[in-house]
């Protein structure tokens, strides 16, 4: 029996606009964060910016238990194209799977970054990109010995950021997907088309909608991804111009029975809100637009 699509559906700190970027915004505490979305009924989150959570797997799940919430998984950075970045993303990928496998996680969404420090990625050789799918195999086998999933997540400022560079890793090799409406959308992908392409390689989806008139600054680097949210890129599900709703049923259609993460990335760089208002309202109208979806 299939599991009801909005039990299904999780979200992530950044919605909360916990990031570790500098200057990025003002984080809020991480148990008013938590009991926000314990108020919300979601069933779990992605672990957010290091730090948010303890770094202690134990830790971590008590702390999650304490507002009825579960880790999925999280973000995590790797530097893949590069041959001298082996070893040290082998050791990255090892140590965050053992950390996920502890606390009882089930995703790795790995992010192929040009480097450690996220430098603007520069077009890549087609060596770098047999390297690049040889080392996605490394990481797929290394989940599979933690018993986790790895998916490759497309991401602005990343080595898999536009429809070519989608493109050339559907064609290269089998890795799976993290399906993020936002930064698919942004790099030019639509993402119902690439759900019907790939739907047997979607292992987890990002919800994320976009207000498409500020993408091109973003895209063509003359503002940074910060700058972007803080000028509000990002959206609640349904005030922009991604089709949420058609990609969602589109993938019930198909039987996908993944979750659904909303990553709503924002920034608060005025006042702190009061609890129970600012972030969590905005999730709340993000919820409710996914509940008025008719699926079946």
Request: proline residues 6%; charged residues 20%; contains cysteine.
């Amino acid at each position: 029996m299939s599991t009801p699509f909005i039990s299904r559906v999780a979200s992530a700190p950044i919605s909360w606009g916990i990031c570790e970027i500098p200057g990025w915004g003002k984080m809020l505490p991480t148990d008013r964060v938590l009991k926000e979305m314990q108020s919300l009924g979601l069933p779990g989150t992605e672990l957010g910016a290091p730090g948010f959570l303890p770094d202690d797997p134990a830790q971590l799940v008590e702390k999650l238990a304490e507002h009825d919430l579960k880790l999925l998984g999280g973000f995590t950075p790797v530097v893949i194209h590069d041959p001298a970045q082996r070893q040290a993303t082998i050791e990255c990928v090892k140590n965050v799977a053992a950390k996920f496998q502890k606390a009882g996680a089930t995703h790795l969404v790995s992010s192929p970054v040009y480097s450690w420090n996220w430098d603007v990625p520069q077009n890549l050789s087609n060596d770098e990109y047999r390297n690049m799918f040889k080392m996605f195999e490394e990481i797929d086998s290394i989940c599979e010995d933690f018993g986790l999933a790895n998916v490759l997540h497309p991401h602005l400022m990343t080595v898999v950021e536009t429809e070519s560079d989608v493109e050339r890793v559907l064609d290269g090799c089998d890795v799976d997907w993290c399906l993020d409406t936002g930064h698919l959308t942004i790099g030019g992908v639509d993402v119902v088309e690439f759900a019907k392409k790939a739907f047997d390689r979607i292992g987890h989806v990002h919800l994320k909608d976009v207000d498409l008139s500020k993408a091109p600054s973003v895209l063509d680097r003359s503002k940074s991804i910060m700058e972007g949210v803080q000028s509000g890129l990002f959206t609640p599900l349904g005030k922009g111009d991604v089709a949420i709703a058609e990609l969602v049923t589109y993938l019930e259609s198909r039987g996908y029975q993944g979750w659904y993460v909303i990553e709503q990335d924002i920034a608060i760089t005025g006042e702190i809100p009061r609890e129970g208002e600012g972030p969590v309202g905005l999730v709340s109208e993000s919820l409710t637009y996914l509940s008025l979806i008719p699926i079946g």
